[in-house]
């Protein structure tokens, strides 16, 4: 994580925490995972050639009341300061900084398709199991995981992807 | 001097006047007198130094000779030396040309076997690249293959008995 990464990430946990109940956090990363969805999106967000205020204005017409005013601002001074490649990032370390700050760990699941609740709640209760801790989770859709999931819960990896064992094929097969 | 005598008037050979005679006697051999007093010793010295001119020119003339002589036998000498300095040549040349020859001989056949080495080393090598080439597409496609299998296979069911199953390994 660069320090400028870490900065943003500093000054944005400041605003949810003042904010109180995570609901920045969680806004963003939804946010944040629509971005990388979307790759037409993210480039005109990150397009200079585009004045800030058209920009800041894709950004309003996008929440419009789906989100917080905290949460627009938030978005809207990031896009303002051409950090939109870097939301997804930003929103990482949000959430990280933001699990921490309540005595749990962050993992970032990676799927193909989206957890149900039900798989959402056992994940976490496996991942306590494992770490010894309560895991807050964020769900990052990735179509090349392609099945099963990866997750990474500070340095550590965990991956059941179908990808991983299609990859590890290859590798025999050469 | 006889036609004078016999046209003289006497019809003897000295003339009719005998003192005519002994004056001219007289004066003859004063005058030849003379000449010898006077002639004879220039004459002697001048056939000398002739002598001594034509004796130094024929001692020259033989000193020459023998000089060109000298110069002969040197130059058919120089001349042998030179046809056996000439035939040295040729046969150094000829063993040299032949040295050579061998020499070349021996470096054109390294040459083709070094080359037919390399040209086996060149189609060993591009036999195993070839090779390689065919397994690395073979294994390429039958991944690709393999993947779309899988990936068409995929539906929501086993998608989330995907994720129920790494669930139970994490948790396990």
Do not use: C, H
């Not at chain 2, 008995?161 to 669930?167: Q, R």
């Amino acid at each position: 994580m660069s320090d400028t990464i870490a900065t943003y990430a500093d000054a944005v946990q400041q605003i949810a925490k003042a904010e109180g109940d995570g609901t920045v956090e969680t806004q963003l990363a939804s946010f944040a995972q629509a971005l990388q969805d979307n790759d037409e999106l993210s480039t005109t967000l990150s397009d200079s050639s585009l004045p800030v205020q058209r920009r800041q204005q894709v950004v309003e017409d996008l929440l419009g009341g789906r989100a917080s005013k905290a949460t627009s601002a938030v978005i809207s001074m990031l896009v303002a300061a051409g950090r939109a490649k870097d939301i997804p990032a930003i929103s990482k370390a949000v959430s990280e900084r933001g699990s921490s700050s309540r005595g749990r760990e962050y993992a970032e699941v990676r799927s193909a398709v989206p957890l149900t609740d039900d798989q959402t709640q056992r994940l976490a209760a496996a991942l306590k199991k494992s770490t010894g801790k309560d895991v807050d989770i964020n769900v990052v859709i990735d179509k090349t995981v392609v099945g099963g999931l990866v997750t990474q819960i500070g340095d550590t990896v965990i991956d059941g992807s179908v990808r991983s064992r299609l990859t590890k094929m290859r590798d025999a097969f050469n | 001097m006889w036609t004078l005598a016999a046209e003289g008037p006497n019809g003897q050979w000295i003339p009719s006047d005998v003192n005519e005679f002994y004056w001219g006697a007289i004066a003859f051999l004063i005058v030849f007198g003379i000449m010898l007093w006077k002639g004879l010793g220039p004459l002697k010295e001048a056939m000398a130094a002739r002598t001594e001119r034509i004796g130094n020119e024929l001692a020259a003339a033989d000193n020459a000779k023998a000089e060109a002589d000298a110069r002969r036998a040197e130059q058919l000498s120089k001349i042998g030396d030179a046809d056996a300095e000439a035939s040295q040549i040729v046969a150094d040349a000829r063993t040299r040309a032949a040295s050579m020859k061998t020499e070349l001989i021996a470096k054109a056949e390294s040459d083709a076997v070094a080359a037919k080495e390399k040209a086996a080393i060149d189609i060993a090598a591009s036999k195993t690249q070839a090779l390689a080439d065919v397994r690395s597409e073979v294994a390429r496609n039958a991944a690709d293959a393999a993947e779309a299998v899988v990936t068409d296979n995929l539906d929501d069911a086993k998608l989330a008995s995907l994720i129920d199953n790494y669930i139970a390994e994490v948790g396990s």
